[in-house]
């Protein structure tokens, strides 16, 4: 994905800070209620965890509409997508993200499933920090950001992966000009 501010959400945090806790109170034997005061976490939540308690999304994984394994194949479609120049739009994500919620509907025989909610999509790009949404620009507002050094090192570790998976040979290697586009994308929609 193109260069963006790293996110975190609010529980990847409160989950990092849980695990330092137990961590510490492992190695050291500090009492919960001191490493809850510490860490700025309940020491209720500490101690049942401690005792084999489930996270926040453990625990409410069943009333999800997609399964882990289907979130994690929309995060890397969206991430080789990307990576070939073409990020998804939103309205693409959403539908195949339908897609996945009506064979899981089908197989469960619980019709239910297939129906994603409102904000279904924010939800799941908050719940994945290494997707953001931003409007596409067209080739002109790119030329730009021709100086950015991360977006540069990003382009081109993309470039090295991509001749690597795909065995290209640098003879095979061609020059663009700048006059090329997608038929069929608008010059301003939003992408992942």
Same mark, same amino acid.
């Given at each position: 994905m193109a260069p963006t501010k790293p996110r975190e959400s609010k529980n990847t945090l409160q989950e990092v800070? &849980?695990?330092r806790a137990l961590e510490e109170w492992r190695l050291a034997g500090t009492s919960f209620r001191k490493l809850a005061n510490k860490y700025g976490v309940s020491s209720s939540t500490l101690s049942d965890r401690e005792r084999g308690g489930l996270t926040h999304q453990q625990s409410h994984a069943h009333e999800q509409k997609l399964t882990p394994a289907m979130k994690k194949a929309l995060e890397d479609w969206c991430k080789k997508l990307d990576d070939w120049g073409f990020p998804p739009r939103m309205d693409l994500l959403h539908a195949k993200a339908g897609a996945l919620a009506q064979i899981r509907a089908e197989e469960e025989e619980d019709p239910e499933l297939a129906h994603l909610g409102q904000h279904w999509l924010s939800n799941f790009l908050n719940h994945h920090p290494s997707l953001s949404a931003k409007f596409s620009t067209q080739l002109d507002h790119q030329w730009a950001y021709g100086g950015n050094i991360p977006a540069l090192k990003d382009y081109f570790a993309k470039l090295l992966r991509l001749i690597r998976t795909r065995k &290209?040979?640098?003879?095979d290697i061609f020059n663009m000009d700048e006059k090329g586009f997608i038929i069929g994308m608008s010059s301003?929609?939003?992408?992942i």
């Open positions: 800070r &849980i695990c &290209i040979q640098p003879e301003k929609a939003k992408v």
